[in-house]
């Protein structure tokens, strides 16, 4: 089964790339010293936040597309054991294909008998439509963008610490600011009052030491998701 550990350890070892890169390998900036941060800490910090989503995002796009290929390998390798990811996908892709009135769908009670007929087509099948649709369609690592990833390999997001999804929704709210809005709007809608205008308020200013706080809240709580992950892989219908 293809290690999501070291999927984690790859995303931690990007992370500090990014810093050294765009932040510089110092956390003393201007604030060390109460001053607010320059203009180009500003611009470095939202450039930081941007990336970060995108490394954050493909990470749970991997962890599924891992959970589905892995769960593959398992069958074929091991005298046909059915992980609960491979159920769980197979049977999604067939209610997907049976609801949007596809050709050859089928809509069956959950057996193991029903899903070993034809496991490895019905799977590479899923997989294909994963890769495509599921993966492909996503953007973003909000609850709901997350709760539509793992619900294909048999995850509730009721099963994932809370804290971590709310950290996530915290940090894909800031990306939107940082990748959908100029400089000077971010500044216009962070000093605006609450009241008046129907445009959301923008959560903070970029400053590099906030941004760095900000993904290690994330990272910080991943190792148990990752946990999650394998011990789904390990679970046999």
């Known amino acids: 089964m293809a290690s999501v550990t070291r999927r984690l350890k790859r995303l931690i070892a990007r992370e500090s790339t990014l810093r050294d890169h765009l932040l510089g390998p110092s956390m003393t900036w201007n604030s060390s010293q109460g001053l607010p941060p320059s203009a180009v800490e500003e611009d470095r910090a939202l450039a930081y ?8 995002e493909r990470y749970f796009e991997d962890s599924l ?11 074929n390798n091991c005298n046909g054991a059915i992980t ?7 049977i999604h892709h ?6 949007d009135g596809k050709n050859g769908a089928t809509s069956f009670y959950l057996s193991k008998s029903r899903i070993m ?6 799977l590479e099948a899923a997989i294909a439509a994963i890769e495509s649709g599921v993966v492909g369609g996503n953007n973003g690592i909000k609850k709901h963008d997350v709760r539509k990833l793992v619900g294909w390999i048999g995850i509730d997001i009721s099963e994932i610490d809370p804290t971590l999804v709310a950290a996530l929704e915290i940090f894909g709210s800031e990306r ?13 809608r962070y000093h605006r009052g609450t009241s008046g205008g129907n445009q959301p308020r923008v959560r903070r200013l970029p400053a590099p030491s906030d941004e760095v706080t900000a993904v290690n809240a994330v990272l910080k709580l991943l190792s148990g998701f990752d946990q999650l992950i394998q011990h789904r892989m390990r679970q046999l219908i």
């Open 65 to 75: 597309l891992c959970s589905v290929r892995s769960s593959l390998h398992i069958f």
């Open 49 to 56: 936040r941007v990336l970060m989503h995108a490394e954050l």
């Open 117 to 122: 007929q034809d496991m490895p087509v019905r």
């Open 94 to 99: 067939q209610s997907k294909l049976f609801f």
């Open 176 to 188: 939107g600011d940082a990748a959908h809005l100029s400089r000077r709007e971010i500044w216009r």
């Open 84 to 90: 609960v990811p491979a159920a769980a996908a197979v």
